[in-house]
């Protein structure tokens, strides 16, 4: 029923009837790209390795300028994608107890420390890097448990930390990242010299 063409008599103020096939359009994304609905919200960055065997990290900063931190497709964690089914580990640095949530005595930390060590398969050690100057605000522990998801979910269930820039300013807090079309250009190759 289109409501501009209805007389007063036969508008339903009680029980309107919608015309759902109108908002198909605006879901048919979202099984084959579930966090499509996130990138209106989040700012993506990425944080480039310094060496072949860290990997690039994915930086997605919300609204409220805290950061997700995960690992960028290509991070040799992430083996060859969500089916490698190779044996994956995570250990988180030592920041005093903080894994969880805990906001108390959160840990200051700068764009080059340490924040996990991620061995794969092939006995690599893997450091990721905390990308941000801040505080760390949780580290997710549900990987030392499903090291997994960190392949089969990487921006989502499977992000690394959660990280409160020390400045407030995220261009500034964010200016040693590149943003995600520069990432898109670097054709593969994101690892810059030390």
């Known amino acids: 029923?289109?409501?501009?063409?209805?007389?007063?008599?036969?508008?339903?103020?009680?029980?309107?009837?919608?015309?759902?096939?109108?908002?198909?359009?605006?879901?048919?994304?979202?099984?084959?790209?579930?966090?499509?609905?996130?990138?209106?919200?989040?700012?993506?960055?990425?944080?480039?390795?310094?060496?072949?065997n860290e990997g690039d990290l994915t930086i997605r900063q919300a609204p409220n300028k805290l950061c997700v931190i995960s690992l960028a497709k290509g991070h040799p964690g992430r083996g060859s994608g969500k089916d490698d089914?190779?044996?994956?580990?995570?250990?988180?640095?030592?920041?005093?107890g903080i894994v969880g949530k805990n906001k108390k005595h959160a840990p200051t930390?700068?764009?080059?420390?340490?924040?996990?060590?991620?061995?794969?398969?092939?006995?690599?050690?893997?450091i990721v890097r905390a990308a941000v100057h801040g505080q760390v605000m949780e580290l997710n522990e549900r990987l030392l448990k499903e090291?997994?998801?960190?392949?089969?979910?990487?921006?989502?269930?499977?992000?690394?930390?959660?990280?409160?820039?020390?400045?407030?300013n995220s261009e500034k807090a964010l200016s040693h990242c590149v943003t995600e079309e520069k990432w898109h250009e670097k054709d593969g190759d994101h690892v810059m010299n030390a």
Do not use: C
């Open 1 to 52: 029923m289109d409501p501009t063409n209805a007389t007063p008599a036969s508008l339903n103020i009680v029980n309107p009837i919608y015309d759902l096939d109108e908002f198909l359009p605006l879901t048919t994304n979202w099984l084959s790209d579930p966090i499509s609905r996130l990138r209106a919200y989040f700012t993506t960055h990425y944080f480039l390795a310094t060496d072949v």
């Open 85 to 96: 089914l190779s044996p994956l580990s995570i250990t988180f640095s030592d920041f005093k």
């Open 109 to 126: 930390v700068n764009s080059i420390s340490p924040l996990a060590e991620i061995t794969t398969a092939d006995g690599n050690i893997h």
């Open 147 to 168: 090291p997994m998801l960190m392949r089969q979910k990487p921006d989502t269930e499977g992000f690394i930390a959660i990280i409160k820039p020390k400045i407030e």
